[in-house]
């Protein structure tokens, strides 16, 4: 399985969890009411719609037929969907360092089709050294095992291939420059980040830009966080905002609507790329 086809079974069980949601309230049929239809909680079906859990075909056969689901070829293409949405990521691999919260999130990077960040404490995963990444782990999880820390680098490394795959995205990153003059790892290992900024952001799919301290305040007052676009029409724009021990995934569309002007606001009033590319080699050379 490729890895575009792992990432892609996220967005199908998105995309079936909406249809599902969508034909529920067509109907008037509560959450409550359908988890009875299946043997199920509500909860259950909250979880499902929402795509966060795997399918099983029976489930959704009795679904159908409660939502007045009759014709053959939408029940044949839904539980198609069902079955695609069921494949098992590449990075089930890493299920012992990755949380739960954590491992959508993957899917989700791995299928966008743009992805945009505004980043403060450190250097987004997607452009972190691999020594770099090793240090900001370290400090992280500072009880962790040698073992486990190797595994967690290795998560970050493979994410990585991403930006350039064949279906790599455009990837737009806006670090504060705190990210920059952080220290992680020693002098030597915020070198060569710096080196690999400036190199990663000569990549036509990649646009970065740096938020500088001489700017003062700026629009991202909330902090960190990520939006993802995908090429599906019918998958809407996300936002991921990352917590000590989980995540919110927003997809509401004036939510998502208001970090897109932020993310707008943040791209005006930072350093240009190129200029940024200026700032970093002043920064490599003060290093």
Known sequence: MTASESSGSVVRRILLGSQLRRLRESRGITREAAGYS?????????????????????????????????????????LGLAREANLTGWWHSYGDVLPGWFQTYVGLEGAASHIACYELQFIHGLLQTEAYAHAVVTRGQPQAAAAEVDRRVALRLERQKLLVSERAPAFHAVLDEAALRRPYGGREVMRAQLRHLIAVSEQPNVTLQVMPFSFGGHAAESGTFTLLRFPESDLPDVVYLEQLTSALYLDKRDEVAQYERVLARLGADSLSPRESRELLGELLRGA
């Open 38 to 78: 299946i043997r199920a909680s509500e909860s259950k079906i909250s979880r499902m719609e929402l795509g966060r859990v795997s399918f099983k075909a029976r489930d959704i056969e009795d679904l159908l037929t409660l939502y007045g689901v009759t014709d053959e070829a939408e029940r044949a293409a839904l």
